[in-house]
Each structure stands twice: as structure tokens, then as C-alpha cells.
Nanobody, 126 residues
Framework: QVQLVESGGGLVQAGGSLRLSCAAS????????MGWFRQAPGKEREFVAA??????????YYAEPVKGRFTISRDNAKNTVYLQMNSLKPEDTALYFC?????????????????WGQGTQVTVSS
């Protein structure tokens, strides 16, 4: 397992941008699939985006509500994964979690990710 620490959350107006960071421990970070999930008050945790390792290549995939607005990326030299969030909407308000799993199949299910950060709060005002 890896240990994950998120940062970069905050309060932003609708239409604004934020970049979340997730710092990971571990020497095999580059081979992990990394994901971002979020949980709004009173709602279940939901998938946001992931970057999957396969054959020395990385593939990204997104939830429909954020496609075209959010971008997931990673810097293996820094053991860090990012979530660039643009054109933020009030409905993006949530606690955002970083998660990791061993390289494998594509997954949008939180139970498939074995390591989790503590979360960082994103609040978008209208």
C-alpha cells in the first residue's frame, strides 16, 4: 500500500479553478493506478477521474459530469498526482479524496482502490 496526502482544496467562486495535489509514498508509485473521488454532504462517494498504468503508458478516464473541465495528471519524479479543476460549479462542492490501486483493470469503484488519503475540501460558491 501507499500513503497518500491531499492538498490544494479551498473556497472558489463558480467559474474559477483549483488544482489538487496528492503526494504518495512508496518506490513503486509509477506503476499504481491513481484516482480521485469526491463526496458531497449527504451523498455517496463518487468517482471523478483516474489515471491508469498499462504497458508503460498512462490512460486517463473521467466521470461524465467533469469531462472537459477536469484533468488528471501525474509526476512520477515527485510521486504526485494532480487534479486540475476548471470551470468549477457549485455542484462540484465536496470532500475530494485521492486513491491508489495496483495496476489492473479500469475501475470507477471505490472498493477497488486499496489506499486512500484523508481528503481535501473544495467549496464552490455561486
Amino acid at each position: 500500500q501507499v500513503q497518500l496526502v491531499e492538498s490544494g482544496g479551498g473556497l472558489v467562486q463558480a467559474g474559477g479553478s483549483l488544482r489538487l495535489s496528492c503526494a504518495a509514498s512508496g518506490r513503486t508509485f509509477s506503476t499504481y493506478d491513481m484516482g480521485w473521488f469526491r463526496q458531497a454532504p449527504g451523498k455517496e462517494r463518487e468517482f471523478v477521474a483516474a489515471i491508469k498504468y498499462s504497458g508503460h503508458t498512462y490512460y486517463t478516464y473521467y466521470a461524465e459530469p467533469v469531462k472537459g473541465r477536469f484533468t488528471i495528471s501525474r509526476d512520477n519524479a515527485k510521486n504526485t498526482v494532480y487534479l486540475q479543476m476548471n470551470s468549477l460549479k457549485p455542484e462540484d462542492t465536496a470532500l475530494y479524496f485521492c486513491a491508489a490501486k495496483a495496476s489492473g483493470s479500469y475501475s470507477r469503484m471505490d472498493q477497488d482502490f486499496s489506499s486512500w488519503g484523508q481528503g481535501t475540501q473544495v467549496t464552490v460558491s455561486s
